[in-house]
């Protein structure tokens, strides 16, 4: 068995975290916000929070380097590496990222958006190498709850790209 097929097969549920939201948005503007630095900066994070991009080359092999500024002062530095972009229904990264005194939280993320009559599916699934990794990053980032919040907030932000595109109509 190759060690894909073996990723893929693997129980995963005590380690993982998935996230669905269906926005009322075609799949291809989702796709943009998600993949444009310029957009991301405006509502990636949970609540309260600014993103500094320092780069970001969403291609396979291409990595995505940005800090999350809390609400508190802290800094949350992440990366991610891209190993797969199917534009524009999948992608799928290695993210590693925290505060400067702990050692990150590594994890698979895959983003699949699904196309649904105008509206778009969009599910993350973050897997975790342990339940106890899982439970760390839950517990010291609220990675599920500031999750919620991150895509709460991409639904607030793509009725402003809408309405741009429609304005330069």
């Given at each position: 068995m190759t060690q894909e097929a073996?990723?893929?097969?693997?129980?995963?549920?005590?380690?993982?975290?998935?996230?669905?939201?269906?926005?009322?948005?075609?799949?291809?503007?989702?796709?943009?916000?998600f993949t444009d630095p310029k957009q991301v900066v405006k509502w990636w994070g949970p609540n309260g929070f600014t993103t500094t991009n320092h780069e970001m080359d969403v291609r396979p092999g291409g990595v995505w380097h940005h800090t999350m500024h809390g609400p508190d002062g802290t800094d949350?530095?992440?990366e991610c590496?891209?190993?797969?972009?199917?534009?524009?229904?999948?992608?799928?990264?290695?993210?590693?990222?925290?505060?400067?005194?702990?050692?990150?939280m590594p994890?698979?993320?895959?983003?699949?958006?699904?196309?649904q009559a105008g509206k778009t599916k969009l599910t993350g699934r973050m897997v975790f190498p342990s339940a106890a990794v899982l439970e760390h990053v839950a517990k010291t980032y609220g990675v599920i709850e500031g999750g919620k919040q991150t895509l709460a907030r991409?639904?607030?932000?793509?009725?402003t790209v809408a309405n741009a595109g429609r304005a330069r109509t």
């Open positions: 073996a990723r893929i097969t693997q129980d995963t549920s005590d380690r993982e975290v998935i996230l669905t939201r269906v926005f009322d948005a075609p799949r291809e503007l989702v796709w943009e916000a949350y530095y992440n590496k891209f190993l797969e972009v199917v534009k524009p229904a999948r992608i799928v990264y290695v993210q590693t990222g925290g505060k400067a005194d702990d050692s990150g994890c698979e993320v895959t983003w699949t958006f699904e196309a991409l639904a607030q932000h793509l009725p």
